[in-house]
């Protein structure tokens, strides 16, 4: 069984590896930057990132990536999010829990 220790080395690991993100409208994925990685005080590692104005009018993103800091997909999650023509972003966030069962 792994120690308490053990799941916060995993955790922390996890937190520096993220580095980048992509969200995909239509065919094309455009790059996101990562507002904050942190471990919540339940163990939860939680990522932010905002989806913003980049692509002008209405849109659908329909898929959100995560990478790490040699560009490997660590995550992504298919999506049906939409947005009106706007000067606001969205704020997505991953959140992953780490523990043993």
Same mark, same amino acid.
């Given at each position: 069984?792994? $120690?308490?220790?053990?799941?916060?080395?995993?955790?922390?690991?996890? %937190?520096?590896?993220?580095? /980048?993100? %992509?969200? %995909?409208? @239509?065919?094309?994925?455009?790059? *996101?930057?990562?507002?904050?990685? $942190?471990?919540?005080?339940?163990? &939860?590692? /939680?990522? /932010? #990132?905002?989806?913003?104005? =980049? !692509?002008? @009018?209405?849109?659908?993103?329909?898929? !959100?990536q995560?990478?790490? &800091?040699? @560009?490997?997909?660590?995550? /992504? %999650?298919?999506?049906?999010?939409?947005?009106?023509? *706007?000067?606001?972003?969205?704020?997505?966030? #991953? &959140? #992953? =829990?780490?523990?043993?069962n």
């Amino acid at each position: 069984m792994l $120690t308490a220790a053990a799941l916060a080395g995993l955790r922390n690991y996890l %937190k520096s590896q993220i580095t /980048s993100a %992509k969200y %995909k409208v @239509g065919s094309t994925y455009y790059t *996101a930057t990562i507002n904050d990685v $942190t471990v919540l005080s339940d163990g &939860r590692v /939680s990522v /932010s #990132f905002t989806i913003d104005h =980049t !692509v002008a @009018g209405n849109i659908t993103v329909t898929e !959100v990536q995560l990478y790490d &800091r040699n @560009g490997v997909l660590l995550a /992504s %999650k298919t999506e049906s999010i939409n947005r009106a023509a *706007a000067q606001e972003g969205i704020l997505y966030r #991953f &959140r #992953f =829990t780490i523990a043993e069962n």
